[in-house]
């Protein structure tokens, strides 16, 4: 298709206020013009500075017609209702991670995107920065065969789940909207946090989790607070991951992943976007940013999203990969809830 890329995004919330429309405004290709959001106040207020329209529904935006593709920014619990509204439309859709709260849902947004023959790409951020490149590239052909993944994604988003339950949870804590974080709306580290990295453990690899045992720890809350798995990939390699929210303020949070195989390592630091392969004979090569590039590119999804749609580069944050950590977070609570083994069928 030819620029520019017309564009609605949907959930006028902090993140879609502070990244994704900061970003599509830059990008000289690009056009916002529609917010949808329940909030009529919400969605005006996020499209005066595009001079866009405003819908209270995608469905609305849709039938007003002049879009080629969408932003999908709600919360979690309402990703798969408004992608599929978009994907059926035949618009490209990008949709903030998690894809969507269930398997079944992930695999229903794939199989609507290869009918409608449209791109569907999920913003995992840290796919995106310029040393995932180079893990994926390491893991794939420089360490021979992987042998074990061990996972570490500690934050501090424990506050906004608590303030999710409080009597006010309209309120913001540090800029963000705590309701987002909640039960009903998908909230929790699994679906939140752990996320991240699981999506980057099947984009990195390739592969999906084939069956996982877990225990997670709620601390009082509706959601889990606490997440502790063990796992083995289909392709055969087994790992560990664990993840809390509970990181104090002024204590530092770790998010960090290490791939081993049987002719070397990579260490994938995914806060400060390093990366770092040891091969067998001792030698090293690192990737980081440099001194004034930032580690966490937090515009750069939706930016690429939009060189997606016109032909430029590839897909980084591809449907299948994001389904398949979907499938491997809700595997991971069911087995926690039920105290089992739990099988995770594929999803290609």
Same mark, same amino acid.
């Given at each position: ?27 000289? *290709? !690009?056009? %916002? $013009? ?8 919400? =969605? /005006? @207020?996020? #499209?005066?500075? +595009? &001079?866009a329209?405003?819908?209270t ?10 879009? *080629? !593709?969408? %932003? $999908?920014a709600?919360p979690?619990?309402?990703?798969h209702? =408004? /992608? @599929?509204? #978009?994907?059926? +439309? &035949? ?14 849902d992930?695999?229903?947004l ?75 709306n ?70 960090h ?15 400060r ?12 090569v ?33 449907g ?8 491997a ?8 809830r ?8 594929s999803?290609?």
């Amino acid at each position: 298709m030819t620029a520019p890329v017309r564009l609605a995004v949907v959930g006028a919330g902090w993140w879609a206020g502070t990244h994704h429309l900061p970003a599509l405004l830059a990008h000289p *290709d !690009a056009r %916002v $013009v529609a917010v949808c959001d329940p909030v009529p106040e919400r =969605a /005006a @207020a996020l #499209a005066g500075p +595009a &001079g866009a329209r405003t819908f209270t529904t995608l469905a609305e935006a849709v039938e007003a017609g002049g879009l *080629d !593709a969408v %932003v $999908v920014a709600t919360p979690s619990a309402a990703h798969h209702a =408004a /992608a @599929a509204t #978009a994907l059926d +439309a &035949g618009l490209h859709t990008f949709v903030e991670k998690p894809m969507t709260l269930t398997r079944a849902d992930a695999v229903d947004l794939l199989r609507r995107a290869e009918a409608a023959a449209v791109h569907l790409s999920v913003g995992y951020t840290h796919q995106f920065e310029p040393g995932a490149f180079f893990a994926r590239e390491a893991v794939r052909t420089q360490i021979g065969r992987l042998v074990q993944v061990t996972v570490e994604f500690a934050s501090r988003a424990g506050a906004l789940y608590a303030a999710a339950e409080t009597e006010h949870p309209a309120r913001t804590v540090a800029g963000q909207h705590p309701e987002a974080y909640s039960a009903a709306n998908g909230g929790g580290q699994a679906h939140t946090q752990l996320t991240h990295a699981l999506g980057m453990l099947c984009w990195v690899t390739g592969d999906e989790v084939a069956q996982v045992c877990a225990f997670t720890e709620h601390q009082g809350l509706s959601v889990d607070v606490d997440d502790v798995a063990a796992f083995r990939l289909r392709g055969g390699a087994t790992g560990v991951a664990v993840s809390s929210g509970a990181t104090g303020a002024h204590l530092p949070a770790r998010q960090h992943l290490r791939y081993l195989g049987t002719d070397g390592v990579v260490e994938q630091d995914l806060h400060r976007a390093r990366v770092t392969l040891h091969r067998a004979d001792g030698s090293q090569v690192v990737r980081e940013p440099g001194q004034h590039e930032p580690a966490y590119r937090a515009g750069e999804p939706v930016r690429a999203f939009v060189d997606l749609v016109l032909g430029r580069g590839e897909n980084l944050g591809p449907g299948g990969d994001a389904a398949a950590a979907v499938a491997a977070t809700e595997a991971l609570l069911v087995a926690a809830r039920t105290s089992t083994m739990t099988e995770v069928a594929s999803v290609r």
